[in-house]
């Protein structure tokens, strides 16, 4: 009996360990109450049929260092707390509260209010190293005020004269101290930049002189911020932040992207979150408020490595009493692939025009063509029009396969850029200029497959019409669908 239940235990890890990891994040106006319920309850009834394989709030944040769970005001009382500790002489406890706050400080949106947090914790936890005799830990912590603030001043009621006369020492060796360079890049450019929450005053893209040592860097543009970014600055360190998905995107109180319904900066996002969790599918939901008081939400499943939907559907909520068994059908949808019977298998939101060449193609939907009826022309004129309509179609076939070809290079270029930026390091500033070539050549791959598709369905929709221009009889004109997808194109006609 072990055996058997050890060689089922052992299955059913294997089956686990196979299943794709998942991350459900909510699209659209993230404080909307609809979207944030609907998300939660989604979130757990998915949770209860993949378990495990849905990634949980706290290995998210963890992750990607997202906002801090607790507010300024929480955060302050836990420092006057520490600083009761450290005036009965209880350093140990004191310097654990100390430290837990930072943690947590650090990932405070930045601003004045951030630093002034981060300079109190760390001008007290130097008075706890000093009182433990470990000098050299509180010299670093008074050197991190002074290293982004030369001019602070201590307060005299608060600190001993020992340690303002240390702390004097220690400003003039960091006034005096070498620079190092720091390079500050964003996409887009043009955001604000903040060095353990201090506003440094500067855009970028932009090159700083700073003083060496470890710093937390933050970025903030159109009301969104970066995710916070722990560095350490020594000669020359370059360091860039994609705000298209960290600007977008925030934790509280539901995983969400802002949008105004951008689907391709949308998919383009999801793929790039999904990277950087290291999983293989993120679901995005959406809810829409219709007429006569029905919601209805909508989960897309977004294959990370390719950036494409690969399902997608949606149900209306008529009812609360129904709404478990309605969210159980799109949990199916999405964990299995099976729709039932309420599932609508489209979008809520009609289909994206074609994005930008320089943008991630996330898909070219197919594009359905019905020819005009027009006069029946003479028997000659058909059959001239026959072959020019087989030649156009042969050079549409000629030109989507040069854009396919085109696009796979494109995405070989894409893939050598990442392995620059493999395990999240950055890569040297000498490769800045292969970068630079490996970028441009690869866009231009794209801008080329782009005009490949579009030749393509131009000459094949013209060759069909051609070709399918028939005398006028009784039988209704035949349908007739062209379908165009990176790596495939397809003709369907049918007559009676």
């Known amino acids: 009996m072990k055996k058997w239940l050890s060689i089922t235990a052992c299955f059913a890890a294997l089956a686990a360990h196979g299943s794709p990891r998942t991350a459900l994040v909510a699209a659209g106006r993230c404080d909307d109450p609809d979207l944030i319920e609907q998300s939660k309850e989604l979130t757990r009834v998915l949770r209860a049929r993949i378990g495990a394989q849905l990634i949980d709030r706290a290995e998210l944040s963890e992750h990607l260092g997202v906002p801090a769970s607790h507010q300024p005001g929480e955060l302050e009382r836990r420092i006057e707390g520490a600083e009761l500790q450290y005036f009965e002489a209880d350093y140990r406890g004191a310097d654990r509260r100390l430290l837990d706050a930072l943690r947590e400080i650090e990932r405070l949106a930045p601003g004045l209010k951030r630093w ?16 433990t005799n470990r000098s050299a830990e509180a010299d670093e912590q008074f050197r991190r005020v002074l290293r982004l603030d030369i001019d602070h001043r201590l307060d005299s009621d608060y600190f001993s004269p020992s340690a303002r006369s240390r702390f004097e020492r220690l400003r003039g060796q960091v006034a005096s101290q070498p620079r190092a360079t720091l390079v500050v890049t964003s996409n887009p450019a043009g955001a604000d930049i903040y060095l353990d929450g201090r506003a440094i005053r500067r855009t970028t893209p932009v090159s700083l002189e700073v003083i060496p040592g470890r710093y937390s860097i933050s970025l ?6 970066s995710f916070p970014r722990a560095i350490e600055v020594a000669e020359s360190s370059p360091v860039h932040f994609d705000l298209e998905l960290e600007g977008s995107f925030q934790s509280q109180p539901v995983p969400c992207f802002r949008d105004a319904g951008d689907e391709p900066t949308r998919l383009m996002n999801a793929m790039k979150l999904g990277q950087r969790l290291s999983i293989e599918q993120v679901v995005i939901a959406r809810t829409e408020q219709r007429s006569a008081g029905h919601l209805w939400l909508s989960a897309a499943v977004v294959q990370v490595a390719t950036g494409l939907k690969i399902r997608e559907g949606g149900v209306k909520l008529d009812s609360s009493d129904a709404a478990s068994s309605l969210l159980g059908e799109l949990a199916e949808l999405i964990s299995t692939g099976k729709a039932g019977r309420s ?7 009609p289909a994206p025009s074609l994005p930008e060449p320089a ?6 939907d197919p594009v359905a063509i019905t020819p005009l009826r027009q006069a029946t022309p003479p028997k000659s004129s058909r059959n001239w ?22 696009q796979v290079r494109s995405e070989q270029g894409r893939a050598e850029l990442n392995r620059y930026y493999a395990g999240g390091a950055l890569p040297a500033a000498a490769d800045s200029s292969t970068l630079q070539s490996i970028r441009r050549r690869a866009d231009s791959q794209r801008r080329t497959a782009f005009a490949g598709y579009a030749l393509g369905v131009a000459a094949v929709s013209a060759g069909a019409f051609l070709i399918l221009n028939r005398p006028a009889t009784t039988d209704p004109q035949p349908p007739v669908s062209i379908g165009v997808l990176p790596g495939a194109l397809s003709i369907h006609a049918s007559w009676k």
């Open 116 to 131: 002034q947090l981060f300079a109190r914790s760390v001008l007290l936890r130097a008075l706890i190293l000093r009182a």
């Open 220 to 225: 903030s543009r159109d009301g969104g911020f």
């Open 343 to 349: 599932i609508v298998a489209s979008s809520l939101v």
């Open 359 to 364: 943008a991630i193609e996330p898909k070219l």
């Open 385 to 406: 029009s026959g072959v020019v309509g087989a030649g156009l179609v042969g050079l549409g076939t000629a030109a989507v396969g040069t854009g396919i070809f085109f």
